[in-house]
């Protein structure tokens, strides 16, 4: 079955190449090469023709076909990255140094800050 998909996913993907290089670009008229506007860049061209409609259809066979073998390729995974790691103790710390006292207090407080003038 993944080798029936896997054949499918890859005509899609070329065949799906070769239609978006066939079709023409939505300002690719005379006009739109020398500057001037073309009226179709921003509105509608009218119907849409074979080539979009094959490329639609190409597209969704493309990504059904990346889902497939997404799912086809998940079953011998394993359910996690850590599956079948062995957990291993930390090495042993030697012990912190003793704690140095705090410093002592300053023996009278600062002066005030003088007045500001008024």
Do not use: D, E, W
């Not at 079955?1 to 239609?19: D, E, P, Q, R």
């Not at 009226?39 to 497939?68: D, E, N, P, R, Y």
């Amino acid at each position: 079955m993944t080798t029936v998909t896997l054949i499918i996913h890859l005509l899609a993907s070329i065949t799906l190449v070769l239609v978006v290089l066939l079709q023409t670009g939505k300002g690719a008229s005379m006009g739109a090469a020398f500057g001037g506007a073309s009226q179709t860049v921003f509105g509608s061209a009218g119907a849409a023709t074979f080539l979009s409609k094959l490329t639609t259809v190409v597209a969704i066979v493309f990504m059904l076909t990346s889902l497939g073998l997404a799912m086809f390729g998940q079953t011998g995974a394993p359910t996690s990255v850590m599956q079948g790691a062995t957990q291993q103790r930390p090495a042993k710390q030697a012990p912190a140094p003793a704690k140095q006292a705090p410093a002592p207090a300053p023996a009278k407080p600062a002066p005030p800050a003088p007045a500001q003038g008024k």
